[in-house]
């Protein structure tokens, strides 16, 4: 047999030994051939999508595609956002619709993407799992002929037999967690499938994040409502202030709960460069499961939200609620209530109004309804100010101003509770003929003109908590999927696929001539540092042997140690 020939077997017994290191699939595509025909073509486009190049390149594009949802507003976050988008952008308004950019993660190319992403990490996982359990199921492959041509390779010689050399070796391996056995002269010998177990686990855990995030989008619900103390919420669609839901949700879905808010505090710093600053929202409810669930109190704290079921209960913000009581002209009570107002500033200046709609005579004994509109400093500061000072209720100052006539609520137009429309109303006079306004502390009360009533701030200022409650029942999932692709990935980086082979024969004078190589997937100074350290324990066991050139009577004739060296024609370690 030629050198070359010699050569050429040699590399095909070494590729024998390497093979099975990695469960990725090969890179070497077959050339396209004219004329393969239709499967031909469906066979070459499944190669493509499934290899990891393309699996990383819509990965990439998915992540592109992502950035838009962020930065320009999404019809199903804000509806309002998109609407004051399009009235200030009417050149790309148009473009953006077209593009599908208003609502990103339902359009047509970002579904495109995410099912072709799908079936590309299923295409890949498949065989890639069904190849790792046949290699868990089988053993080591034998040595190859030249153990010298490895990467990381000694020898020695030794005056133990072969078959004690072999039986030391295959239970120093096991004891080191190698998966061993003895193939002909030589004992074979792996570790590090965690390795690619982590790959596969990886890749698992990818398409358990994309399944989490589907039905998290299309299962899921979002809703936020608006209580004062003293009131309660019930988990039903028609108590919600704003509700969000996806395309597979039902109001079937919706978790059975009720709660009551008790109390709501709130602190601040009081002094410092900070004054102001919050310092803890905490509110106290009493709530209960299902239609005769047992009542239990809990607080809720900001990012310590109220789990139920599937559904979390989260503090998202706060305001005052001022009392407010409105009688007519003969002094009856017509409107009595807390009325929420909403926060203009860190400092909760707020502002809100009131709309008494029934029951109101004026001074003439004419049915008329009233608007009343309310700025509430929690700190007025006295003077021209017109901002609170602090948060907390330290000096708190109700703004009135009233008007009378129709408000408009029975046009069939919907109308906001926080805003006031003034079209059809007019406004009070005083005796100078301007515009009728006061300011009451709590327990004061404001005399209309001409004796068309009077409106209170009574001394009792609620607060208010808002809540949001979201339902995902895809977010656990999504959880477990990301840190099983945490561990996956640290383990597909951290731990190196080797195997190790020790083969021991007896050499053309009878002694046994003991081989030690390893190989890993990558090149790494792990491999021959684990094969010097095995070597050593080993050697130990089985000493070395003098060289046939050393004299017999020299007892001066060191025994030589085993040494490691990287790879053929480098310097020995």
Partial sequence: MSTTSQNASDDQDLGAAGSQLSTAPSQDEPPIVAGIGVVGWARWFWRQLTSMRVALLLLLLLSLGAIPGSLIPQSGADISKVDDFRKAHKTLSPVYDKLGLFHVYSSVWFSAIYILLFVSLVGCIIPRAWQFVGQLRGRPPGAPKRLDRLPAYTTWRTTAEPEEVR???LVLLKKRHFRSHIAGDAVAAEKGYVREFGNLVFHIALIVLLIAFASGQMYKSDGTKLVVEGDGFANSILQYDDFKSGSMFSTDDLVPFSFDLKNFSATYQTSGPSKGTAVSFTADIDYSEGAYGKSKRTTIKVNEPLHIGDAKVYLVSHGYAPVITVRDSKGKVVYHDAVPLLPLDSNVTSQGVVKVMDGYQNAQGVSEQLGISLFFLPTYSGGSSVLSSFPALDNPVLNLTPYHGDLGVNSGIPQSVYQLDKTHMKEFKNSKGAQYRDNL?????????????????????????????????GSGWALGGALSAIFGLAASLFIQRRRVWVRAVPGPDGVTVVEMA?????????????????????????????????????DSSPSPDPEVVPAEGAEKR
């Fill in 518 to 554: 390893g190989l890993g997937r990558s090149e790494s100074a792990k491999v021959p540092e684990e094969l010097g350290d095995l070597a050593g324990i080993l050697y130990d066991q089985a000493s070395g042997a003098p060289d046939p050139d050393d004299d017999p009577d020299d």
């Fill in 167 to 169: 039986a030391a070796a």
């Fill in 441 to 473: 502390k709590p327990g004061q009360t404001m005399q209309l003109p001409n004796g068309a009533g009077s409106v209170t701030f009574e001394k009792d200022v609620k607060e208010w908590a808002g809540f949001e409650i979201v339902q995902e029942p």
